[in-house]
T-cell receptor, first 114, second 115 residues
Framework: DQQVKQNSPSLSVQEGRISILNCDYTNSMFDYFLWYKKYPAEGPTFLISISSIKDKNEDGRFTVFLNKSAKHLSLHIVPSQPGDSAVYFCAASRGYSSASKIIFGSGTRLSIRP | KAGVTQTPRYLIKTRGQQVTLSCSPISGHRSVSWYQQTPGQGLQFLFEYFSETQRNKGNFPGRFSGRQFSNSRSEMNVSTLELGDSALYLC??????????????FGPGTRLTVL
């Protein structure tokens, strides 16, 4: 039973265009959502997050949108750059007190082509 | 400030053996969590330690165990290895507990291969 789903295992986007990574969740108790980026041979690094009280959070080229009614969030990268090629993990958390409350998706591999 | 370090980076074992993985958190961080990453499964939570106490354990068999030392370094042990234990094992440290917006910093992982 996957509570956090990233249905696209991979995505290829041309450099300079917009990359949109999607994530769906099933548990309405999640109140905090995160995106991590992972390069090969490195651990995931935190990218951007959003609280359930918001529907949008922006940080430079990265914007996360949250649609609570649809239980869906998305990460937009504009413009896409070669260094954005990585695996992106979506994660959702219930509460703030424990790592055990964070559920990760299976990841989407983003490739930026020249 | 040095990041999270994990040793060894790569490990090859055979079925039935046991293995111990080590994680050194960022200096000053008291919380350490362990995750298993397998293709198509994302990161699966294993354990969380805070000040030498296991606070939470994920849905893994008793063959998986861990501990945290007084200097916050943590070890994870897997006994009687099975082929399905082949995975990337990631350690993450955080200043406080790792939930919500308490940012976790991940190490590079230990790639375990069981033959």
């Amino acid at each position: 039973d996957q509570q956090v789903k990233q249905n696209s295992p991979s995505l290829s986007v041309q450099e300079g265009r917009i990359s949109i990574l999607n994530c769906d969740y099933t548990n309405s108790m999640f109140d905090y959502f995160l995106w991590y980026k992972k390069y090969p041979a490195e651990g995931p690094t935190f990218l951007i997050s959003i609280s359930s009280i918001k529907d949008k959070n922006e940080d430079g080229r990265f914007t996360v949108f949250l649609n609570k009614s649809a239980k869906h969030l998305s990460l937009h990268i504009v413009p896409s750059q070669p260094g954005d090629s990585a695996v992106y993990f979506c994660a959702a958390s219930r509460g703030y007190s424990s790592a055990s409350k964070i559920i990760f998706g299976s990841g989407t591999r983003l490739s930026i082509r020249p | 400030k040095a990041g999270v370090t994990q040793t060894p980076r790569y490990l090859i074992k055979t079925r039935g053996q046991q293995v111990t993985l080590s994680c050194s958190p960022i200096s000053g961080h008291r919380s350490v969590s362990w995750y298993q990453q397998t293709p198509g499964q994302g990161l699966q939570f294993l354990f969380e330690y805070f000040s030498e106490t296991q606070r939470n354990k994920g849905n893994f068999p008793g063959r998986f165990s861990g501990r945290q030392f007084s200097n916050s370094r943590s070890e994870m042990n897997v006994s009687t290895l099975e082929l399905g234990d082949s995975a990337l094992y990631l350690c993450a440290s955080s200043l406080l507990a790792g939930g919500g917006n308490n940012e976790q910093f991940f190490g590079p992982g230990t790639r375990l291969t069981v033959l």
